[in-house]
């Protein structure tokens, strides 16, 4: 004779209010997992004083970088192609010092000084409302000295300090991990298939273990930062479609299980 294992319990099965309670902490959990990927927005965007998130603020606050002059990037790239050789110098030795706002209309320079140069070769494009360049004036005005500043200084962004990067992993490790856990047991007792469930969990596992671990390697190693985002992203991802598995389950009509149907 041979004993059958117990059959495993179906969130469908749950009682009406039991299935409220439940799709509605999970509900809580995903808020809460939306909200905080706002705060991180928010938290590191400006790492580097220009707006938008970038890798150069995530790899600043968990490695330090020095985020370079987009001016000073794109003027040694090549740009303006009609750009004089001399006047390239001119404008890099200028972004390379550390007297950017005295010189920029040093009279002393005379056709030399930065403002000169750029307004000879560059306004013609980079003014608000101008003809020429596709609109990058209006997203890169040099029309003034204000306008130049946010992309003429060169910053240097310090990592966080040891003791926070260790808080961090000491609060977020296991409970992200037991939220990790739950959401997998759940999703164990519904009808989605185990190669499905399995699947998400073990890749949100994964990217939750690099997410955790990257943010102190990346103290020692740049590209870890890296390591972070996509496990960071993988995890909350693989947490977000588990949750959805689970609700799901409870708002479908029930389904009875292999063993309850062969026991009929």
Not at 2 to 22: E, I, N, Y
Not at 220 to 227: C, G, M, R, S, T
Request: hydrophobic letters at 45%; aromatic letters at 8%.
């Amino acid at each position: 004779m041979t004993t059958q294992s117990p059959a495993w319990p179906r969130l469908s099965s749950l009682g009406f209010l039991s299935k409220v309670g439940l799709i509605f902490l999970v509900l809580t959990l995903l808020a809460g997992y939306i909200v905080s990927g706002i705060f991180l927005n928010m938290e590191y965007e400006n790492r580097d004083e220009r707006p938008g998130l970038t890798m150069t603020d995530i790899v600043g606050a968990y490695h330090g970088v020095v985020s370079p002059s987009p001016l000073l990037e794109s003027l040694k790239s090549g740009h303006p192609e009609t750009l004089a050789s001399e006047e390239r110098t001119a404008l890099v030795s200028w972004l390379e010092g550390d007297r950017i706002g005295e010189d920029y209309d040093n009279f002393d320079l005379g056709d030399m000084a930065p403002s000169e140069i750029i307004a000879v070769n560059c306004l013609n494009c980079h003014t608000r409302g101008a003809a020429e360049g596709d609109g990058i004036g209006d997203e890169v005005p040099l029309g003034y000295f204000s306008d130049i500043q946010s992309i003429a200084v060169s910053r240097e962004i310090n990592p966080k300090n040891e003791r926070i990067i260790a808080l961090s992993m000491h609060v977020h490790a296991p409970s992200l991990s037991m939220v990790l856990i739950m959401l997998t047991l759940l999703g164990a007792m519904t009808r989605w298939p185990g190669l499905l469930v399995g699947g998400i969990a073990a890749i949100a596992g994964v990217g939750l273990f690099f997410d955790i671990t990257g943010q102190w390697l990346a103290r020692f190693q740049a590209f870890w930062a890296y390591a972070i985002v996509v496990g960071g992203f993988l995890s909350s991802a693989g947490v977000g479609l588990l949750g959805l598995l689970v609700m799901a389950e409870m708002l479908l009509p029930g389904k009875k299980s292999v063993q309850e149907a062969q026991a009929l």
